[in-house]
């Protein structure tokens, strides 16, 4: 009988501290201005342990917010807005199974102001204030003022100089004079966070910031996991939600999962832009908290090295081991902004030190955080993208973090990461880094299968005319499908990747068919006999990480649609986001889409949302709505 009293009592001492570790509490509370009280809207609120941020959420339009599953204990709660002095509260207790209330106030931040006439030529140096370098631009009026804060943020649509590329929307083809489409994928999620952060200010986004397939891949999708290949496709056909005599085609990929515990070694270089653009509370002070994340995923076989550039480039850490991680925060914390911006140099550095720490077996990768702003050395896209196309051979990859605003350069930092093996996110907020850098690590670090294309194949017993929704800065010529010497994108683990197509059915009336265009003269164009199942022919081709020649996957899909009230939740989703994109980008091709079937169809079809991000998107869809008829009014 004691024998089992001593067993009783010893297994009761051993689950106690499991019994603590799973329970948990809630922190939320509303952010205001201690001014007039007002709710401060997206406001950062983070939960703080032994100096690692643990925790975190921004407040909703409201100025409330919600931080769930805190283990029970004291913590430090900080809360930051653009324009505001933080808050910091210290010893905030978390108790087990309650929720405790915390509000908070911040006042708004006073600064030096200075009063900056512009001229023919700016009238500062561009050293000397962080903003003005964007800002002061000749050929403004002489009239015109602007304020510039030593160490904030400012920023007036006058002087916005962000920069996109041009996107020429995809057009209906007819498989019958161009039977096949190709395309590199697109794992890039910028477009959405970027998006989400001017709903946020208040702003519809700029059109060309609309990336549609970067809106519908920021969301992973449930399909099925690869077994013995490195992913797996799916395919589904149903009916277009924005028109009703269409069809609408998906294709989905899911990359193998590897746990970051199994991952090979990794050396990793941060790039860091510690220009004087690079000042503002969203840029490097939002940078230092992202990067310290991502450290705090890395295991003691991991190192880093940091390689900054301003007015020059140089290298701040030499090669560290993740299990000195106090000497990488410390590296972190010392960096200050200020200077012009040397890019090009400070790129070439930072793959002297990847190669010169290579590892054979290992994952290799620079990460560059910046605004993208260069302004010396190679500055010009071609410039950069031929220096960025002459390092990928390294074998080093590369991962893109851009920040900030009024003077980001989207389409520079897209065109680093497309052309240098790399992927490409835009960080609005610490809830951003969290996601890319810790919740889809893998996806962002690991890469599993490059140079991936797809090639599909229409047949015109079945198909009058198609069009690719999205990817117009990635598509490829049919060529390039079979030559292993064109670059294409890359597959991290665990990542999805979704494609669209809208389809006008062979013998249906459409204002978009191709049909009307007279029969090629010297071209044979009538159809070949064959199987009238069959709607399209996918084909993928991919290399190995380290591989040099591709391999081939095909699919072929059948003609049967289902209804889209029985289509999947994944095929459903992916409409409404692809819907939105359309209205965002006001296509010719939205048919009858509107932000409230948007809203339906999204919230029929969340399913299991653990990170509420299909939640969230849901409520910018509400946003954009508001925004879109209150500029409609005041037109």
């Not at 480039?313 to 010392?334: Q, R, S, W």
């Not at 890469?447 to 017993?461: C, G, H, R």
């Amino acid at each position: 009988m004691k024998t089992k009293i001593r067993i009783s009592v010893l297994t009761i001492l051993l689950l106690v501290p499991y019994l603590l570790m799973s329970q948990t509490g809630i922190l939320k509370g509303v952010v205001t201005c201690n001014s007039d009280n007002s709710p401060i809207a997206y406001a950062n609120v983070y939960v703080v342990q032994n100096g690692n941020v643990v925790s975190g959420a921004n407040t909703n339009i409201d100025g409330k917010y919600t931080i769930k599953g805190l283990p029970i204990g004291k913590y430090i709660v900080k809360a930051d807005y653009i324009g505001y002095e933080s808050n910091v509260f210290k010893n905030v207790k978390i108790s087990a199974n309650k929720i405790t209330f915390l509000n908070i106030l911040l006042s708004v931040k006073t600064e030096a102001i200075m009063e900056i006439v512009i001229c023919e030529q700016p009238l500062i140096s561009k050293d000397m204030v962080s903003e003005c370098e964007v800002q002061a631009m000749p050929g403004r009026s002489c009239n015109k003022k602007v304020r510039c804060a030593s160490m904030g943020y400012v920023q007036y649509n006058n002087f916005n100089t962000e920069s996109y590329d041009y996107i020429s929307e995809n057009g209906f083809k007819s498989p019958l004079n161009s039977p096949l489409s190709t395309f590199s994928i697109d794992v890039d999620a910028a477009s959405y966070s970027n998006v989400r952060r001017n709903l946020n200010q208040g702003n519809l986004p700029p059109v060309d910031a609309v990336r549609v397939e970067e809106l519908i891949n920021y969301f992973t999708y449930n399909y099925k996991a690869p077994t013995n290949k490195p992913f797996s496709i799916f395919t589904e056909v149903t009916e277009c939600a924005w028109n009703s005599k269409h069809k609408l085609a998906m294709i989905g990929i899911q990359a193998k999962v590897i746990d970051m515990k199994d991952a090979k070694p990794s050396n990793l270089v941060f790039l860091l832009d510690v220009s004087g653009s690079m000042s503002s509370p969203n840029k490097l002070p939002l940078l230092k908290k992202s990067l310290k994340l991502l450290v705090n995923q890395l295991s003691e076989k991991d190192k880093i090295s940091i390689v900054v550039y301003a007015g020059s480039a140089g290298l701040v850490l030499d090669a560290t081991t993740c299990d000195n991680k106090a000497k990488i925060f410390t590296a972190l914390e010392n960096l200050q902004a200020g200077g012009s911006t040397a890019g090009g140099a400070g790129i070439k550095l930072a793959y002297k030190v990847a190669k010169e720490n290579f590892i054979s077996d290992g994952n290799n990768r620079i990460i560059l955080a910046t605004d993208g702003d260069f302004n010396i050395g190679a500055s010009s896209d071609g410039e950069m993208q031929r220096l960025i196309e002459k390092q990928r051979e390294s074998g080093v990859f590369i991962t893109v973090l851009g920040f900030g605003m009024g003077n980001y350069k989207d389409s520079k930092m897209e065109k680093i990461a497309d052309n240098g093996n790399g992927n490409y996110a835009y960080i609005d907020n610490l809830l951003e880094a969290q996601k890319v850098l810790v919740n889809e690590i893998g996806g962002t670090l690991l890469t599993i299968a490059k140079d991936v294309k797809l090639q599909v194949e229409f047949n015109p017993a079945n198909v009058q005319s198609y069009r690719l929704i999205g990817y117009e800065n990635r598509l490829l010529n049919d060529a390039d499908f079979n030559d292993d010497k064109k670059d294409a994108g890359e597959l991290g683990a665990g990542k999805t990747v979704t494609a669209l197509y809208e389809i006008i059915p062979t013998g249906v009336k459409s204002e978009f068919s191709t049909s009307s265009v007279d029969d090629l003269k010297y071209q044979k164009t009538k159809e070949k006999t064959v199987n009238n199942n069959e709607i399209f022919t996918v084909k993928i081709r991919y290399k190995t990480p380290k591989g040099s020649i591709s391999k081939l996957i095909s699919k072929i899909v059948n003609n049967k649609a289902k209804s889209f009230d029985n289509a999947s939740e994944n095929l459903r989703f992916a409409t409404s986001v692809a819907e939105f994109g359309m209205l965002l980008r006001n296509s010719k091709y939205k048919g009858t889409s509107s932000y409230k079937s948007i809203s339906k169809i999204a919230y029929a079809s969340k399913g299991i949302d653990e990170e509420a991000y299909r939640s969230e998107f849901i409520k910018l869809v509400k946003l954009a709505e508001n925004i879109d008829n209150r500029q409609f009014s005041e037109k």
